[in-house]
């Protein structure tokens, strides 16, 4: 085997797909599989043993230890591994997580074989591989204002919003006029990125402003 072979570890817990990864690698001769599990706890098994990859191929929703704990787990204990995350999952909240976690990449299972390898690849010389994917999202991520940026008064014109209560009863409660309600509304539709006071109590139902 060559010296410039990149040795992988496949850890989903869909058997057939493991498999199916592991027959469409075969057809690259600087790529060998030196393991594969169901999950993060069967990886630390294949590890123990001896079967060290260069680069693992991490499914993020599994059974007994996911993909986030099971990639936090091995920059910890096997820094130099690389890590790709390989899902079906492609919302901001999985990709940004992984790559936090320490995933240099993330595609997703339906990609084109050829961008898979040149992940791998990308992985295994420099330890990341940015993609369109991951780039766009963790651009959202960052513009994204953060909630304290959101004024006192802003923050309780936010609970208020999740109240039956209507724009001028808010005013009245707060005792500020009606023109600094629409200012507070306008300036939270700017920042948080929504349009509406749907927009509004959804933003606070997900970020814990309010309990339901």
Same mark, same amino acid.
């Given at each position: 085997? /060559?010296?410039s %072979? *990149?040795k992988i570890?496949?850890?989903?817990?869909?058997? +057939?797909f493991?498999?199916?990864? *592991?027959?469409? @690698?075969?057809e690259?001769?600087? *790529?060998?599989v030196?393991? #594969?599990?169901?999950?993060? !706890?069967?990886l630390?098994?294949? +590890?123990?043993?001896?079967? *060290?990859p260069?680069?693992? @191929?991490m499914?993020?929703?599994?059974?007994?230890?996911?993909? =986030?704990?099971t %990639?936090?787990?091995?920059?910890t204990?096997?820094?130099?591994?690389?890590v790709?995350?390989? &899902?079906?999952y $492609?919302d901001?909240?999985?990709?940004?997580?992984?790559?936090k976690?320490?995933?240099?990449? =993330?595609v997703? !299972?339906?990609?084109?074989p050829?961008?898979?390898?040149?992940?791998?690849?990308? +992985? !295994?010389?420099r330890?990341?591989?940015?993609?369109?994917?991951?780039?766009?999202?963790?651009?959202? /991520?960052?513009?994204?204002?953060?909630e304290t %940026?959101?004024?006192p008064? #802003?923050s $309780?014109?936010?609970? @208020?919003c999740?109240?039956d209560?209507?724009?001028k009863?808010?005013?009245? +409660?707060m &005792?500020? /006029?009606?023109?600094?309600?629409?200012n507070?509304?306008e &300036?939270?539709?700017m920042?948080?990125?929504?349009? /509406?006071?749907?927009? @509004?109590?959804l933003?606070?139902?997900k970020?814990?402003?309010?309990s339901?």
């Amino acid at each position: 085997m /060559s010296t410039s %072979t *990149i040795k992988i570890g496949i850890v989903d817990d869909h058997l +057939l797909f493991r498999r199916g990864m *592991i027959a469409l @690698l075969r057809e690259y001769a600087d *790529i060998e599989v030196v393991c #594969e599990a169901g999950n993060g !706890k069967q990886l630390q098994e294949c +590890l123990a043993a001896g079967r *060290i990859p260069d680069v693992v @191929l991490m499914d993020v929703n599994m059974p007994v230890m996911d993909g =986030y704990d099971t %990639t936090s787990w091995l920059k910890t204990n096997y820094p130099d591994i690389a890590v790709l995350a390989l &899902s079906m999952y $492609e919302d901001d909240k999985s990709v940004i997580k992984m790559i936090k976690c320490g995933a240099g990449g =993330y595609v997703l !299972k339906e990609c084109h074989p050829a961008e898979l390898k040149e992940a791998v690849t990308a +992985l !295994k010389q420099r330890g990341v591989y940015l993609n369109e994917l991951v780039s766009g999202k963790m651009y959202r /991520s960052f513009a994204k204002p953060a909630e304290t %940026t959101i004024s006192p008064k #802003e923050s $309780e014109f936010l609970k @208020l919003c999740c109240s039956d209560l209507t724009y001028k009863e808010i005013a009245d +409660l707060m &005792s500020i /006029s009606p023109r600094t309600v629409d200012n507070h509304r306008e &300036s939270l539709f700017m920042k948080l990125q929504v349009k /509406s006071r749907v927009g @509004l109590v959804l933003y606070a139902i997900k970020n814990n402003v309010v309990s339901v």
